[in-house]
């Protein structure tokens, strides 16, 4: 019996259909990630300092240890184990971690850069027996790394910020943080400014229109300080066309996905976060639609570009092929350890047609257009501009027409990788230009309009999660596996809240109406301690270097005990000097006297207390005594609050007693009362303010305000002693009174 160990269950089917196919039948298993890990972080570092190698790796848990005993019986059973975990440092590291239980006689190691039947013939004809272990100790290094660093930090931050609930530290997250700290800082801080530009509308003798833009003596836009001295330009009533000159360009398409890119693209046009956009291109992987998705390189095999290029010819003719594929470099950081996102050569040919269907097909289908829109013919357009003169002054017009659509027949549009515009670069005054009606030096064209063009300076936009991963990789601050798991761990800590991006007042792209990262209270308090106390943690250089050593260690021009030991003597100080930094207190703000203490002798005070919830990370606040602690509660009395002011107190219509303030799902609020028999509910507008009820036809009282139990959202008045009920909006609005 021949065995083979995957890392994920989801390719367990596929993969056995395919051995079988080949002659090659297997029992095929898996680790499900890793098998063995340290400790949790309540058991310490679990680190031996001198040689930074772990001190016990145990089953992450009871599932863990009934796969291990399951995954030692099968090898014990097996004449040959094929380990073939993903082919990255993480793969390897989870095959180092099942190595030992093989004897060398019977180990294999091989790597699947997709799951189609040739990518598993390709993977099983290229079995090693060995391991890589530059790669294994790269992850071994970064393991360790992250564990003293996450756990000695967090000590540190839990000690000497006790006043903030759910801090840690850590070395990625630490400098994710601080970057949208730092931009929501910098935008908030911003101060714009506003300055001016002429257009002029031009009309020709045969009455078609065009718009130029004046220009100084250096033939750039002229720009007014203020909106007087751009008014005061005297207005030319006939111009001659100085020149034209036209140009043709030819745009080539953009590479195909890796995984930085995609993380992008897919939030920009298809509205998924990095975690779904993760789980898209793992899930395509594993059914064998694409090739591996943890890349960062853009190279792409030989026999994938032919493919490219006969489907394009195939599906949009010859003239849509250029003459030579297309060649793409990959950056310096890139590790180019596999091939670009790409579709995955179909093996019959109905495979392709079968993939427009399933939870991620326009997932796949934008892979696909990018794909061969990488590959396809340029884009030619002809850009015109044109010099006016008009009594002395320059004026430009610049039109654009598509000469011939190429790539862009494939891929309709490009534009989600652009960089930031920020008030160093403002926008242009013609972002889109349009054709210009046909012109030649020496036509009259005649003044139809002017118009004064306000151009203000923006700030940096806040990051949402595809412009964040995007400045991670520019900085070269973690790898394509690191990625998906910085953005959620800053949102589900609650550091971080994803809310509308404000609006500019302007016609804005589709991707600028992305969610942006908005970082909370804590997250300010968080990251200033940290770049006092762990400057190495936020500092974007050494978090950069930290991971260009840990490629060194794969390409076995570095140690993983050097790297590990160079970076600690650095750490370690920084650790001596913040466990001597003062313990910051966090001076709670005053509400005023507690009522229960008041009646009952005591001197309490109110005080405000925030919070964020650990079950469904929303924001809370609430008045509690200062009186009361952790050990002791003699008093226990807390009231409701709104932006940090107590809410006025109400009194039941019904009875008198007092009222219970509610916040409802839907964002309205409500207000209970407890001493009814029916528990009447009542209705408040935003300012907590009761608002009238009608009253019951029948018995005179005030009716109580509920919601529908089978249709949410959906309000009405009761008095349900008489049986009596109104329609009611939201509002409280009756029906019929």
Known sequence: MELLILESPNKIKDVQRYTKELGQPCVVMATCGHILDLPPMSAGACVDIKTFSPTQLVPRDSAGRDR???LQQAIAKATKVIVATDPDREGEAIAAEVWPWIPSSK?????????????????LRNTTSTLNRPSADAASARRVIDRLAGWHATSV?????????????????????????????????????TTYGLRLKFKTVTGQQLTARLLDDEGSPRIFQNQAEAQAVARPIIAVVSSVD????????????????????????????????????????????TTYPRTDTVRVSVDAIEWARSEISRRLGPDYLPPTPWEYKDSRLTQGAHEAIRPTIPHQPGDLDARGDGQWHQAYALIEARFLASQAAARIVEETEVLISAEGQIWEARGQVELFDGWRRLLATDEHEEPERHEDQPAPL???????????????????????????SRPKPLFNQASLVAELKRLGIGRPSTYPSIVPLLLSRGWVVEQRAPSSGKRRKKSADLPVLVPQAVAFDLADFLAKAFPSLVDYEFTASMEARLDEIEAQKASRLDVASTWWARFE????AARALKTQSHERPDLGPCPKCIAEGRTGRLQLIKGVSSKNREPYEFAGCDQDSKD?????????????????PASCPVCGARLRPVRRKDGGHSWTCGACPDNNWFLADAAWKLVRSPVCPRCGKPMSHREHSTRKGDFFWACFPCKEFLDSDVFGACARQ
């Not at 801090?167 to 935008?187: D, H, I, T």
């Not at 996905?257 to 993760?278: G, H, I, M, P, Y």
């Open 157 to 193: 931050v839990f000690e000497k910020l006790r006043h903030l609930k759910g801090v840690s530290a850590g070395r990625l997250q630490s400098a994710a943080l601080r970057l949208v700290v730092e931009r929501f800082r910098e935008n908030s801080e911003f101060k714009p400014s």
């Open 107 to 123: 180990a294999f190691r091989a790597t699947f850069e997709e799951i189609t039947l040739r990518g598993i013939e390709h993977g």
């Open 632 to 648: 002791r509660r003699p008093c226990g009395f807390t009231a409701p609050t709104e932006n940090g002011a107590l809410i006025e």
């Open 246 to 289: 036209a140009t043709k360009k030819h745009q080539k398409p953009r590479p195909p996905f890796e995984a930085t890119s995609w993380l992008q693209v897919a939030q920009k046009t298809l509205r998924l976060n990095v975690k779904d956009a993760t789980a898209a291109i793992q899930a395509l992987f594993e059914q064998g639609h």
């Open 68 to 70: 291990t005993a399951q």
């Open 430 to 456: 013609d972002e889109d230009p349009d054709s210009l009606p046909p012109l030649k030096a020496g036509d009259q064209l005649f003044v139809a309009g002017v118009e004064v063009v306000t151009n203000t």
């Open 573 to 576: 100080q920084e650790l001596s």
